[in-house]
T-cell receptor, first 109, second 111 residues
């Protein structure tokens, strides 16, 4: 089993839709969790950190479920500009970063 | 401006000709890392460094070397490049495993 797995995608959704991505991690000692966004062939950029209590930033909501070892990202009212690949990142034992393979999102007009 | 810089941004070279890709950050971050990204394979870590003089192998270290003699620089060395090292390379830095800041990427082609 891979350390970090994500929904395989791609997700093709119309503008205005709500879309959710899931990410599972295998190491129960993982300490920090992040969602990154990557536009085609550009560098990844932090979208949001994921906190135990869940957190929201505008149209984006991240949730962490330690018992089931997964994190999720919810995007409401999708915009064309949300089209990108979304990367889940965890830090097992707080020692290094492990990236998931990414889920590609295309928001269609 | 806080940033991670990589040079060169684009490089075409031939098999066996040693090359170095430089990475520098001006944020005094302890952690630095190199990744390669290939279509369908996602980001794969090559090497990382938790601090000066401390480096560790990532998932795909074969054919690469790194050094961390000073905090701001983390060069990636390909002693004898081969075509299977043609890829998009990213350097990143982070303060104590918080947010990672990525460089703009280096597109390397080995013929």
């Amino acid at each position: 089993r891979k350390e970090v797995e994500q929904d395989p995608g791609p997700f093709n959704v119309p503008e205005g839709a709500t879309v959710a991505f899931n990410c599972t991690y295998s190491n129960s000692a993982s300490q920090s969790f992040f969602w990154y966004r990557q536009d085609c062939r550009k560098e990844p950029k932090l979208l949001m950190s994921v906190y135990s209590s869940g957190n929201e930033d505008g149209r984006f909501t991240a949730q962490l479920n330690r018992a089931s070892q997964y994190i999720s990202l919810l995007i409401r009212d999708s915009k064309l500009s949300d089209s990108a690949t979304y990367l889940c990142v965890v830090t097992p034992y707080g020692q290094n970063f492990v990236f998931g393979p990414g889920t590609r999102l295309s928001v269609l007009p | 401006e806080a940033q991670v810089t990589q040079n060169p941004r684009y490089l075409i070279t031939v098999t066996g000709k040693k090359l170095t890709v430089t990475c520098s950050q001006n944020m005094n971050h302890e952690y630095m890392s190199w990744y390669r990204q290939d279509p369908g394979l996602g980001l794969r870590q090559i090497y990382y460094s938790m601090n000066v003089e401390v480096t560790d192998k990532g998932d795909v270290p074969e054919g690469y070397k790194v050094s961390r003699k000073e905090k701001r620089n983390f060069p990636l060395i390909l002693e004898s490049p081969s075509p299977n090292q043609t890829s998009l390379y990213f350097c990143a830095s982070s303060p104590s495993l918080g947010e990672q800041y990525f460089g703009p990427g280096t597109r390397l082609t080995v013929t």
